[in-house]
């Protein structure tokens, strides 16, 4: 049986905010398992372990460039969060972004290659963010970008610099920009509910059947509150199916007909989306630290 680690704890409650032996009893039935443990407490707990979507750890600023019909997304990551201030950093990050939109480079890598200077440094992207860690003393790098040049027009919106969204479409480009706006409040996983990746739908399955097995209900009522979980949780990630953030009272999809307007497309960055940040375990820590002192005296 995998060894259920402080570290392990703290990092699934983080995730979930369910009580610390909660954490604990979950990943020891799920062997060590993460996943698997946080889907454990989802079933036990209810909603309230759903949040690990919402929680990003790794540092970072997403900047985007629209020019015509042109644009791009990027996310650049650092260590921390007082880098995101730096101005360097920032004009590094916006610089990126547009030389993305302007020469569709096909990978990171042509990314870096493409002509830049700035503080000094280059004379390209990549010599400029090299020359950055030496100058701010800390470690940055281009994690990710996408290019759009599929002939829509684009609108984007930032929130802050942790979040960007790009919005291809046709018609009202308010609406549309109201549409990024939504996009980076409700965080859907696609355009409608039948765009929704197979794979999120089985988990969903898979938790749905779990609470109606410990609800002891007949098997036609477990089928039909399974059935119907699955039905809610396709509404509540379809973005033509949510209600629109700034009128409740009709779905996203309602607004636009309403204006004439047509979303093809949404992509949306989160900074830190996907990444471990390594969670440490203090106490354990010290221990070493008081062990070695003891070694050494």
């Known amino acids: 049986m995998a060894a259920i680690t402080a570290s392990m704890v703290a990092e699934l409650r983080a995730k979930t905010d369910a009580p610390m032996m909660e954490c604990k009893k979950a990943l020891s039935e799920a062997e060590g ?8 407490l ?10 690990a979507a919402a929680r990003v750890t790794a540092e970072g ?29 920032l004009a590094l990050t916006q610089a990126a972004a547009q030389l993305a939109a302007l020469h569709k480079p096909a990978d990171i890598e042509a990314l870096g290659a493409l002509p830049y200077t700035q503080d000094g ?17 800390e470690n940055m ?20 610099t942790r979040i960007g969204v790009v919005v291809e479409y046709t018609g009202d480009e308010g609406a549309a920009r109201d549409v990024a706006m939504h996009v980076a409040a409700m965080k859907p996983v696609s355009l409608t509910s ?9 988990r969903e399955r898979s938790v749905a059947t779990a609470k ?3 609800s002891g209900k007949p098997a036609d009522i477990a089928a039909k509150m399974i059935e119907g979980a699955v039905q ?4 509540e990630v379809s973005l033509f199916d949510q209600p629109f953030v700034k009128n409740d009272k009709q779905t996203v999809a309602q607004m636009l007909q309403a204006v004439k307007t047509t979303v093809n497309s949404f992509t949306m960055y989160v900074v830190g989306e996907g990444i471990e940040r390594k969670v440490d375990d203090f106490a354990a820590e010290v221990a070493a630290q008081v062990a070695a002192a003891k070694q050494s005296t």
Do not use: W
């Open 212 to 214: 109606a097995a410990e």
């Open 194 to 202: 039948a765009d929704v990746p197979a794979e999120l739908i089985e």
């Open 121 to 137: 440094f280059g004379p390209t992207l990549e010599d400029v963010r090299k020359g950055l860690i030496g100058k701010i003393g």
């Open 42 to 51: 989802r079933v036990k707990l209810g909603s309230k372990a759903s949040k």
């Open 232 to 235: 809610k949780y396709l509404k």
């Open 61 to 89: 600023v997403v900047s985007s460039f629209i020019d015509g019909q042109s644009g791009a997304l990027l996310e650049v990551n650092c260590e921390t969060d007082f880098v995101t201030k730096n101005d360097s950093f």
């Open 141 to 160: 790098s281009f994690r990710r970008f996408k290019l759009f040049n599929g002939g829509s027009a684009l609108t984007s919106y930032l929130h802050g």
């Open 33 to 40: 398992d993460m996943v698997k443990a946080e889907e454990l």
